[in-house]
């Protein structure tokens, strides 16, 4: 089990940027797939991207352009690079952790009952 952490969530204009990262401890992160969900005030939450711990990436329609996740294992650290930002980006971003067993896919690793391990969130605001 791990804990993840998010940071990097603040107020940023349209069309700028921010990078979050999802930090957790313990030498087993890397074994984990991690995914970016985000809710927005009145929405559900929603899938926005996942690692595999092999590195492979899995993004949302919407946003695959826009938003990029990365890790970087010597860290433990995932990151998800947001840029062109829009009005509508503006949610709670939360980061959550997976041991996969068997071969994920993309409906598996979009899908947030696959995720045991959750951190508490981080604001992102997006000023029109």
């Known amino acids: 089990q791990v804990q993840p952490v998010e940071s990097g969530g603040g107020l940023v204009q349209a069309g700028g940027s921010l990078r979050l990262s999802c930090a957790a401890s313990g030498r087993t992160f890397s074994r984990y797939s991690v995914g970016w969900f985000r809710q927005a005030p009145g929405k559900e939450r929603e899938f926005v991207a996942a690692?595999?711990?092999?590195?492979?990436?899995y993004s949302a329609d919407s946003v695959k352009v826009r938003l990029t996740i990365s890790r970087d294992n010597a860290k433990n650290t995932v990151y998800l690079q947001m840029n062109s930002l829009k009005a509508e980006d503006t949610a709670v971003y939360y980061c959550?952790?997976?041991?996969?067993?068997?071969?994920?896919?993309?409906?598996?690793?979009?899908?947030?009952?696959?995720?045991?391990?959750w951190g508490q969130g981080t604001q992102v605001t997006v000023s029109s």
């Open positions: 690692i595999t711990s092999g590195g492979t990436t």
């Open positions: 959550a952790a997976a041991l996969i067993v068997g071969l994920p896919t993309a409906r598996t690793m979009g899908t947030m009952s696959t995720y045991t391990d």
